[in-house]
C-alpha cells in the first residue's frame, strides 16, 4: 500500500498561518497530480487544491482563494500547502492524496487512489 505522510498541522490562532507537508519515499512526487482535501469533524472530506504533474497546473478550492498555496519542492519530494489568513472554519483533518490523472486537478474523491493517515489543524482563539 503506497503511503503519503502529511505533517506540520497544528493549533493556530486566527489569522495565523501554517505550512503543511505532503511527502513519500515510495514514489516521485513530480510525476503525479497531488491534492490537499479537508474534513472537518461531521462533514465530507472537501479539496482545497491540487497542482499537476506536469507544467504545475494548479487550481484553488474557491473558499480559500487568495489565503492557501500549494507548491512543489522536488529536492524533497514534497508538497506544500501554504495557508494563510486562517480562520475557525478552517479547522479539520488536512489530507493529501495522489491523483489518478497525471494531467487533471480538481476535487473529486474518486479522483484520488492513495491517501495519508491526514494532520489536524485547529484554528482557534
Known amino acids: 500500500q503506497v503511503q503519503l505522510v502529511e505533517s506540520g498541522g497544528g493549533l493556530v490562532q486566527p489569522g495565523e498561518s501554517l505550512r503543511l507537508s505532503c511527502e513519500t519515499s515510495e514514489f516521485n512526487l513530480d510525476l503525479y497530480t497531488i491534492g490537499w482535501f479537508r474534513q472537518a469533524p461531521g462533514k465530507r472530506r472537501e479539496g482545497v487544491a491540487c497542482?499537476?504533474?506536469?507544467?504545475?497546473?494548479?487550481n484553488i478550492a474557491g473558499s480559500v482563494k487568495g489565503r492557501f498555496e500549494i507548491s512543489r519542492e522536488s529536492s524533497k519530494n514534497r508538497v506544500y500547502l501554504q495557508m494563510n489568513l486562517l480562520q475557525p472554519e478552517d479547522t479539520g483533518v488536512y489530507y493529501c492524496?495522489?491523483?489518478?490523472?497525471?494531467?487533471?486537478?480538481?476535487?473529486?474523491?474518486?479522483?484520488?487512489?492513495?491517501w495519508g493517515q491526514g494532520t489536524e489543524v485547529t484554528v482557534s482563539s
Open positions: 497542482i499537476t504533474s506536469i507544467l504545475g497546473g494548479e
Open positions: 492524496g495522489r491523483g489518478l490523472d497525471r494531467f487533471r486537478c480538481d476535487f473529486g474523491i474518486e479522483q484520488y487512489e492513495y
